[in-house]
């Protein structure tokens, strides 16, 4: 089983804040995947990373793979109340989900 | 469009009851999925569709949960005897084709089961 680490696993902070959520594994994925899940709804997808070292943006949203695609990592640039929400990674193959790192930003 | 349909939303049995769930996909979508996700924990996949036929079925509990898709459109998971650790939201998701990672999936709103 391919296991994907995510930390924070928790994390509440102030609007405006900048945060960094991390995705790492011991294995190789081939791809990778970030989805946001609201409470009471299924994960949304918001990016397919497949490149080493590709960087991938989308909006206030920053997405990294890492060299050796063992690592991804999911930076937010002036958090609203609107980016609450659980933050899954998932890998390549068979789909295999992170942990999870469930983000509050306050008001 | 519409999106991946569930039901029911929540469901609360006993231990040993028995207990399913339905899930429409979205039309066109030929890859079904029924995944497990606990309290805190991301969703673990119990089960892949390709139409009709099972693609993946490796961590599915197959002395107490079963699932079909006899037309290649709806499915049905159900869970027999449910047992306490059972408790936990069951999504379902489509996409076109299996083949990852271009392949989105859209997953329904789940259904919360609680087994008390």
């Known amino acids: 089983t391919q296991l994907l680490e995510q930390s924070p696993q928790f994390l509440s902070i102030q609007e405006g804040e900048n945060l960094t959520v991390y995705c790492n594994s011991s294995s190789v994925f081939s791809s990778l995947q970030w989805y946001r899940q609201e409470p009471g709804e299924g994960p949304v997808l918001l990016v397919t990373v497949v490149t080493g070292g590709e960087v991938k943006k989308l909006k206030r949203l920053t997405f990294q793979f890492g060299d050796a695609r063992k690592d991804s990592s999911l930076h937010i640039t002036a958090a609203q109340p609107g980016d609450t929400g659980l933050y899954l990674c998932a890998g390549a193959g068979q789909f295999y989900f992170g942990t999870g790192t469930s983000l509050t930003v306050i008001p | 469009e519409a999106g991946v349909a569930q039901s029911p939303r929540y469901k609360i049995i006993e231990k040993r009851q028995s207990v399913a769930f339905w899930c429409n996909p979205i039309s066109g979508h030929a890859t079904l999925y029924w995944y497990q996700q606990i309290l805190g924990q991301g969703p673990k996949l119990l089960i892949q569709?390709?139409?009709?036929?099972?693609?993946?079925d490796s961590q599915l509990p197959k002395d107490r949960f079963s699932a079909e898709r006899l037309k290649g459109v709806d499915s049905t998971l159900k869970i027999q005897p449910a047992k306490l650790e059972d408790s936990a939201v069951y999504l379902c998701a489509s996409s076109l084709a299996g083949g990852f990672p271009y392949n989105e999936q859209f997953f329904g709103p789940g259904t919360r089961l609680t087994v008390l």
């Open positions: 569709f390709q139409n009709n036929g099972v693609v993946d």
